[in-house]
């Protein structure tokens, strides 16, 4: 494909050989953090009341897919902003596993923020159900209120996120991601955590992601295009993180898998010691690694890093750093650092979402095989929103 022109904030960004709907969510980023920054921040601190927020004595946050990564993404910035313990479960787990002894056990608690823009995947809305039935409250966070996740919550934060060309989700888990973030800024900021200024200033670093983005965007795509050129033909891929970074990963083997079809793993940096290790024809596995630097787990992935090499893995480092942070020879994609970190998830996805892009473009594949074949039961989302419904 020749190459074309983007448009954003005036600038003109010449766009890859491997341009096609994927990679234009990605590029029409820094534009959709400052528009929808201007949407939900005054939204986050309307949703919910002020007694609302102080009773909250737990976190639950839930979701399938992007939304579930989503919430990863953010676990960390909830109890580090709000000091509430939070965790983060799999909407099947929440809907039929979960301990009923620990739903509802005071004042309405714990506090279930379920994520899905459709708000139509019926294992989201069988958990919401079922938080509610044993007395949770429900915050849904959807671009539907009138869907089956928003009848079935409490309250609804309202995505509002611009229509475009649709590919496998990369505007709308930047909007998750960011509504989680400035979710978990107000509770703190209510919950007197730290001051009004402070708090402003936290939103602030989310807002300026945006254009620390769109100025690395460019370097960015033309490393991943290289990346896409000399990985196309690999049969599988490995993706590596810890802590919010593993969110990161996450997302990227679910992006491989639903651009390309090929066969994709997420791991942590010391699981990957314990098993992806062993993994053979190295030489042909294409392996992301995610670490910022200021993480407490940095040690480990530079561990990770050295022995990957010593496999003679082709290797990516997506990061705020350099190689003299790591030390090794690779190939490094340096990503926006914000003021707080916890907040780089925000931005920190958007190479390895090019990486899947470009590999499609590279082969020729269809978005999620295109629905077709074999694949055709999966067809407008069917195989996520036709399941039945069992609450108790």
């Not at 909250?56 to 946050?61: D, E, F, K, L, S």
């Not at 300026?208 to 896409?228: D, T, V």
């Not at 990957?308 to 926006?336: C, H, Q, S, W």
Request: charged share 20%; proline share 5%; net charge negative.
């Amino acid at each position: 494909m020749v190459s074309i022109n983007f448009e954003a904030k005036g600038m003109l960004i010449k766009m890859s050989k491997y341009d096609n709907p994927m990679s234009r969510q990605v590029f029409s980023l820094p534009d959709l953090i400052r528009q929808q920054y201007e949407d939900l921040e005054p939204k986050t601190r309307t949703v919910l009341s002020f007694q609302e927020i102080f009773s909250i004595q737990r976190i639950v946050i839930t979701g399938c897919g992007d939304s579930y990564a989503a919430g990863m993404a953010t676990k960390h910035a909830f109890e580090l902003f709000t000091g509430i313990p939070t965790e983060v479960v799999p909407a099947i787990e929440l809907s039929r596993f979960y301990c009923e002894k620990h739903l509802g056990i005071d004042s309405r608690n714990p506090l279930v923020i379920a994520v899905s823009n459709s708000g139509t995947v019926a294992r989201v809305s069988e958990a919401v159900q079922r938080a509610r039935l044993y007395g949770c409250f429900v915050l849904g966070v959807t671009g539907d209120a009138l869907s089956p996740l928003g009848v079935n919550s409490d309250k609804v934060l309202k995505l509002e996120i611009p229509s475009f060309e649709g590919a496998p989700g990369v505007r709308s888990y930047e909007v998750s991601v960011m509504a989680l973030l400035l979710l978990a800024i107000r509770f703190g900021e209510v919950r007197l955590q730290y001051t009004m200024d402070e708090a402003m200033e936290m939103r602030f670093d989310i807002r300026n992601q945006g254009e620390a983005l769109e100025k690395m965007l460019p370097e960015i795509s033309s490393i991943c295009e290289n990346i896409a050129d000399k990985w196309k033909d690999f049969p599988c891929y490995d993706f590596v993180g810890s802590g919010f970074d593993y969110a990161t990963a996450w997302y990227g083997q679910a992006k491989i898998l639903e651009a390309t079809g090929k066969f994709a793993m997420h791991i942590n940096t010391e699981e990957w010691f314990h098993l992806n290790f062993f993994a053979r024809d190295a030489k042909h596995m294409g392996t992301v690694v995610v670490g910022n630097t200021i993480s407490p787990g940095l040690s480990r992935t530079k561990e990770m890093v050295h022995y990957a090499n010593v496999l003679g893995r082709p290797m990516v480092v997506i990061t705020d750093g350099t190689k003299e942070d790591f030390g090794e020879e690779t190939t490094y994609i340096r990503v926006p650092l914000p003021k707080y970190p916890v907040s780089m998830p925000l931005t920190q996805f958007a190479p390895v979402a090019l990486i899947a892009a470009y590999i499609s473009e590279a082969i020729g594949e269809k978005y999620g095989r295109g629905c077709e074949g074999d694949w055709a039961f999966a067809d407008g989302g069917a195989g996520v929103k036709n399941s039945e419904i069992i609450v108790k």
